[in-house]
């Protein structure tokens, strides 16, 4: 557990969770990004913003190297959002299949959206596949609507839903704080079985 009680934390991508997080990206995406993107996202894109979700260590490491180690595998999933001109874009997002369903990619969702508030979004923008009804259910959620189809976008051939969000404005705001509470409730840590 960490210092929320709870077993897993968000925080900024570093340098030593590239090779973790590509490895997700090419578990999970079939154009994956070269490592060397995220280099240059981390250390030559200062409009860029990337999160990753790692679990909270259950035991302690013996040694750099094991604790490095242990940490690499313990992230299960990422978030990246750019924001230039008042527009934020995300640019992507996975969690490792075996993590998936427990609210944690709307968790790294979430964290992107007020990320790309503080950075002055009035808009953020993303493309996701056509076929991919899980993400858009995940997007719509956040109030993001389709603005138009991309034809060929990847690199199949498949086609893109261009998504926006307005997330200007009071409203929107309060939406996110109800969400992130209801989140929060969802992770909160369980009582011990008391038998
Ligand atoms: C999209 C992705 C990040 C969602 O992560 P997740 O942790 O499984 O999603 P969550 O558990 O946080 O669910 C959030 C919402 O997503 C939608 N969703 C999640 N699983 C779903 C499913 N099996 N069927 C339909 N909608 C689903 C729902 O709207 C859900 O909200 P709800 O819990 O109120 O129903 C994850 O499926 C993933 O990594 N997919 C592969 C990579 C990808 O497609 N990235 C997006 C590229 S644009």
Redesign the pocket.
């Known amino acids: 557990m960490n210092e929320n009680g709870l077993p897993f934390k968000i925080r900024r991508l570093e340098a030593k969770d590239i090779p973790a997080v590509s490895s997700i990206d090419r578990l999970?995406?079939h154009d994956p990004w070269p490592e060397s993107a995220y280099v240059q996202e981390l250390y030559f894109n200062p409009n860029a913003h990337y999160f990753v979700l790692q679990l909270t260590p259950a035991m302690p490491a013996h040694s750099w190297a094991e604790r490095r180690a242990a940490l690499a595998s313990q992230i299960v999933g990422f978030v990246g959002v750019r924001v230039e001109m008042e527009r934020g874009h995300i640019s992507t997002?996975?969690?490792r299949p075996e993590w998936?369903?427990?609210?944690?990619?709307?968790l790294l969702l979430h964290t992107a959206l007020e990320q790309a508030i503080q950075s002055g979004a009035r808009t953020v923008a993303?493309e996701?596949r056509v076929s991919?009804?899980?993400?858009q259910?995940?997007y719509a959620?956040y109030d993001f609507v389709v603005v138009s189809q991309l034809r060929g976008y990847y690199a199949d051939g498949e086609d893109a839903y261009y998504m926006r969000a307005n997330v200007e404005g009071r409203a929107y705001h309060n939406y996110l704080q109800q969400r992130r509470a209801l989140l929060e409730y969802r992770f909160r840590p369980q009582p011990a079985n008391m038998t």
Do not use: D, P, Q, S
Request: net charge positive; glycine share 14%.
């Open positions: 999970v995406f997002l996975a969690i998936r369903g427990w609210g944690l990619g709307e993303l996701v991919n009804a899980v993400a259910n995940l959620k």
